[in-house]
């Protein structure tokens, strides 16, 4: 078992532990002495391995991370586990998080990232519980962003299912806070990325393209929108500041970004030359990808990969969080890019 500090006798209970902010936020609560408990999905298949390193088995003495089986979609689990863990913290991260798939399931995407949110919110309001409450919500919020840089008093205008079942999520969040005193806070994440990224967000899909490519086990790729701008920072400093805004006096909604926005052009080149490979957009039609003769490695369009309304730029004013919560980024752009590269070339042996 890893070595923990010892506890400090609060109890936090992360939705979505499973996922990608929910492993870092594991361990960074874990490593704060928190006891962890995080409700997880019944899978035909293990859904567990972002978070099978800080795995314990039950029966070992002192247990600091428990697991229980949950779903957003289902009210009657959140409640049993509010009312049995009786948790001081809660990290609502769990979301049909896919921009692109929420079109395909749009109802299914309201349901767990929007009206999930009011579930935990009302479950804490039947019980009484006065757990401080945490919310993902997302710099999709701004969507067809009506101001650059976006700050927490830029208006909404999400472009997707996925974003309007934010906007939900954000607004239910503050209307507890204000109809019942919750501590209930809202952090406005700008995107964040890491070797643990699911694998079909641009920034992995991206990496992993690479290292498969240098392995030989992949020729070329596809991809959608090169001209999307994004602002992206690396999640273990993203589920730093979430803890942060639970710690305040007074609760309240941040901006978290790192205030540099780049294309998914950009990345891709980075992402190229950080494995020491050409690569070249020239060329039409579908069929013209793989690697040409002199090793230059062809990237392809194809607008399977487009959505039906796109969010053309995003870039985050997180002046608040700095001011009020210390907080700030430490990895930026470029080590960012070279991270995920070379983690996901170590996975191939490189
Ligand atoms: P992931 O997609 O990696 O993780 C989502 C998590 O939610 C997984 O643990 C998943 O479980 C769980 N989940 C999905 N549906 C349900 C459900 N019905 N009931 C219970 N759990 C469910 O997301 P990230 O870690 O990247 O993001 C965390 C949160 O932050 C999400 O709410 C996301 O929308 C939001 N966000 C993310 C940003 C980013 O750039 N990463 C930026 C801003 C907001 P399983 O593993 O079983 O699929
Ligand atoms: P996003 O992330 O939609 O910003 O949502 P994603 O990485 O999916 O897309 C970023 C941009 O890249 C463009 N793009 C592609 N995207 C994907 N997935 N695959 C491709 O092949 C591709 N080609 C170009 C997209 O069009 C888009 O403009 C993420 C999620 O984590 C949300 O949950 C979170 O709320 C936001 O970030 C902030």
């Known amino acids: 078992m890893p070595d923990y500090p010892p506890r400090n006798g609060r109890k936090a ?16 609560l874990l490593n704060k002495g928190y006891e962890v408990w995080g409700m997880v999905r019944r899978s035909s298949s293990f859904n567990t391995c972002r978070i099978d390193h800080i795995y314990q088995d039950p029966h070992e003495p002192d247990v600091r991370l428990q697991l229980v089986f949950g779903d957003l979609n289902d009210a009657s689990s959140i409640n049993h586990i509010l009312k049995t863990v009786r948790p001081d913290e809660i990290y609502n991260l769990a979301a ?7 079109f395909e399931i749009p109802e299914y995407t309201g349901d767990v990232t929007g009206l999930g949110a ?13 757990a401080r409450f945490y919310q993902a919500s997302s710099s999709e919020l701004y969507g067809k962003a009506l101001e650059t840089p976006q700050t ?22 503050r209307n507890y806070r204000e109809s019942y005193g919750f501590f209930a806070v809202n952090g406005i994440l700008f995107n964040h990325e890491s070797p643990r990224r699911g694998e079909t967000f641009v920034t992995r899909k ?33 589920v730093d500041a979430m803890w942060r805004m639970l710690q305040t006096d007074e609760p309240d909604d941040y901006v978290i970004a790192t205030g540099e926005t780049h294309s998914v052009r950009e990345f891709c080149e980075l992402a190229f030359q950080v494995a020491d490979m050409p690569l070249t957009w020239e060329g039409s039609g579908l069929d013209e990808v793989g690697i040409t003769s002199d090793g230059t490695v062809r990237v392809r369009i194809d607008p399977r990969y487009f959505r039906p309304a ?6 985050g004013d ?19 890019v070279r991270m995920m590269v070379e983690a996901d070339l170590k996975l191939l042996g490189h």
């Open 206 to 238: 991206i990496s992993r393209a690479v290292a498969n490519i240098v392995a030989g086990r992949q020729q070329g790729m596809y991809l959608g929108n090169l001209d999307a701008r994004r602002d992206w920072g690396f999640a273990g400093d993203y």
């Open 318 to 336: 997180a002046s608040k969080a700095r001011r009020e919560l210390g907080w700030e980024p430490k990895v930026h752009f470029e080590e960012l």
């Open 310 to 315: 796109e969010v053309d730029l995003l870039l």
């Open 118 to 130: 009011v579930r935990l919110l009302d479950a804490m309001r039947e019980l009484g519980l006065e």
């Open 96 to 102: 049909q998080s896919h921009v692109k798939v929420s």
């Open 13 to 28: 209970l992360i939705t979505g532990i499973t996922g990608q902010d929910g492993s870092y936020l594991a361990e960074l």
């Open 152 to 173: 927490e008093t830029t208006p909404f205008y999400p472009r997707s299912p996925y974003g309007v079942a934010k906007a939900y999520a954000f607004h239910i969040t």
